[in-house]
Each structure stands twice: as structure tokens, then as C-alpha cells.
């Protein structure tokens, strides 16, 4: 198993890499250097941060490190301009920052199993959003500006500490999958009934 990345040249010039279930306990800063590397899977490490070095990666649409240590993610996160999906599930992730929300090409945010206690507003700036989980989180509340992720096909809330959801999710009329079970939403808005394309039932 791996427990540190080769810096070959062949390595850089790589379009795709793989490095998933190994024993790394970071990325290296030298990433940013990867001028063709588009996609980046470190899943299932020991990985503890991520450099903001990663975030300087020109080309990155594809960011896969589930299943790691992860408790912050860089600020300058937002510099990822080309970042289509994000998979940052089962960390230690509390807080995310605010230029994350500045990514407009996003269409995968996948934040389950963390431990955040709130959602910012500005999750409905991310207009291009098709997938979001932020399930098996410490969520309260869910802010009624999601309703401007217009696109959204799937969003799960499951298992957080949600008692009530805005009534302007009914809006979300692309939804076709919304998960709620392990919460505790004692009225649900009835225009979500009413959604044409949904096909897990609320």
C-alpha cells in the first residue's frame, strides 16, 4: 500500500489518477504543478488536510477524498473554477468555506457523514447542482435559498436534527429523489408532494 505519491514525470502528466484505500496521510503540494490532471480519487486514506496547493490544480473537475480525516477544506477552495464533482463523504469536515459556494460549474456535492451543523445560504448560488448529500451531518435547519439550486435531481437530509424544511424546496421541480428518514420534520411542505419527477416518494 502506498503511504507516499511517486513524483515521476510520467505521474504529472496524467489526466486521471487513482489512489484510493491506501495509507496516505496527505497530498502532496507539488499537485498543483499537474497541468492535465483532471481527476484526483484518494478515497479511504488517512489523508488529514488538503493543501491549498490542491486548489491550485488548473484543470481539476473531478475531486474524490471520502472516507478519510479530513476536518477543514482550504479556503481558497473557490480557485477550482473547473470542479464538477466533489466527493468529501465520510470525514470530520465541521465548517465549509465560503468560496466553495463561488463554484458555478459544480454539479456533485457530496458532504455526507460529516460533522456540520449548519448550511450557508449561499448553497443557492451553486445554480448548476444536480447532487447534493449532506445526510448524517448535525443540521438544524436547511436554508430556504436552496430552492435556487433549480437543477437539483437528488438531496439527501437523512439522518440530521432537521425539524422543519422551507416551504420554497417545492420549487425544486427537477427533484427526483429526497431523502428525509432519521430526522425529525414533523410537517412536510405539501407543493414537495406535488413534484412531477419524483421518484422516491418524500
Known amino acids: 500500500q502506498l503511504t507516499s505519491l511517486d513524483k515521476s514525470k510520467q505521474w504529472y502528466q496524467r489526466r486521471v489518477r487513482g489512489v484510493n484505500y491506501n495509507q496516505l496521510h496527505g497530498l502532496p503540494a507539488s499537485l498543483e504543478f499537474c497541468e492535465s490532471l483532471e481527476g484526483l480519487y484518494a478515497h479511504g486514506n488517512q489523508i488529514e488536510f488538503l493543501s491549498t496547493a490542491l486548489c491550485r490544480i488548473p484543470k481539476l473537475a473531478y475531486l474524490g477524498v471520502g472516507r478519510n480525516n479530513i476536518k477543514f477544506l482550504p479556503e481558497n477552495i473557490g480557485q477550482l473554477v473547473n470542479l464538477k464533482e466533489a466527493w468529501l463523504n465520510d470525514n470530520h469536515i465541521?465548517?465549509?468555506?465560503?468560496?466553495?459556494?463561488?463554484?458555478?460549474?459544480?454539479?456533485?456535492?457530496?458532504?455526507?457523514?460529516?460533522?456540520?451543523?449548519?448550511?450557508?445560504?449561499?448553497?443557492?448560488?451553486?445554480?448548476?447542482l444536480t447532487d447534493l448529500s449532506v445526510s448524517r451531518n448535525r443540521l438544524t435547519t436547511i436554508p430556504p435559498q436552496l430552492a435556487n439550486c433549480t437543477?437539483?435531481?437528488v438531496l439527501q437530509l437523512n439522518e440530521n436534527k432537521l425539524v422543519a424544511l422551507p416551504k420554497s424546496l417545492?420549487?425544486?421541480?427537477?427533484l427526483e429523489e429526497l431523502w428525509l428518514n432519521g430526522n425529525a420534520v414533523k410537517e412536510i411542505p405539501e407543493g414537495l408532494y406535488m413534484l412531477s419527477n419524483m421518484r422516491k416518494p418524500v
Do not use: C, Y
Not at 96 to 125: A, C, Y
Not at 170 to 174: Q, T, Y
Open 94 to 128: 465541521r465548517h465549509i468555506p465560503e468560496s466553495l459556494f463561488e463554484l458555478i460549474n459544480l454539479k456533485v456535492l457530496w458532504m455526507s457523514h460529516n460533522q456540520l451543523t449548519s448550511l450557508d445560504k449561499r448553497v443557492g448560488h451553486l445554480s448548476n
Open 151 to 153: 437543477n437539483l435531481r
Open 170 to 174: 417545492s420549487a425544486l421541480h427537477s
